[in-house]
């Protein structure tokens, strides 16, 4: 069974900064490509960056690149996102997936709050 639990989320003020943390269990994660995701209120899931099984390769949505930063650490199953310069629009709920196959995978879920 796959699992995904992310932690670090939380309030910050704009300009501050937080580091959010995503740990899988379950499957061997170092041969997947991982990402993160982000849902405002009354908005669509939208993509925030992405890395490569090896780490090599990142990717980032245009709103976020220079600001936030994408890792992984295989030896603890685990990928990262530290987020810098945080905006009040940056605030929604962070989902970190994988795709197994065919199946996406999502944990639960970590609120980011960015106050003005």
């Known amino acids: 069974q796959v699992q995904l639990v992310e932690s670090g989320g939380g309030l910050v003020q704009a300009g501050g900064s937080l580091r959010l943390s995503c740990a899988a269990s379950g499957r061997t994660f170092s041969s997947y490509a991982m990402g993160w995701f982000r849902q405002a209120p009354g908005k669509e899931r939208e993509f925030v960056a992405a890395?490569?099984?090896?780490?090599?390769?990142?990717y980032y949505a245009d709103s976020v690149k220079g600001r936030f930063t994408i890792s992984r650490d295989n030896a603890k199953n685990t990928v990262y996102l530290q987020m810098n310069s945080l905006k009040p629009e940056d605030t929604a709920v962070y989902y970190c997936q994988v795709r197994v196959g065919v199946q996406d995978y999502w944990g639960q879920g970590t609120q980011v709050t960015v106050s003005s």
């Open positions: 890395i490569s099984w090896s780490g090599g390769s990142t």
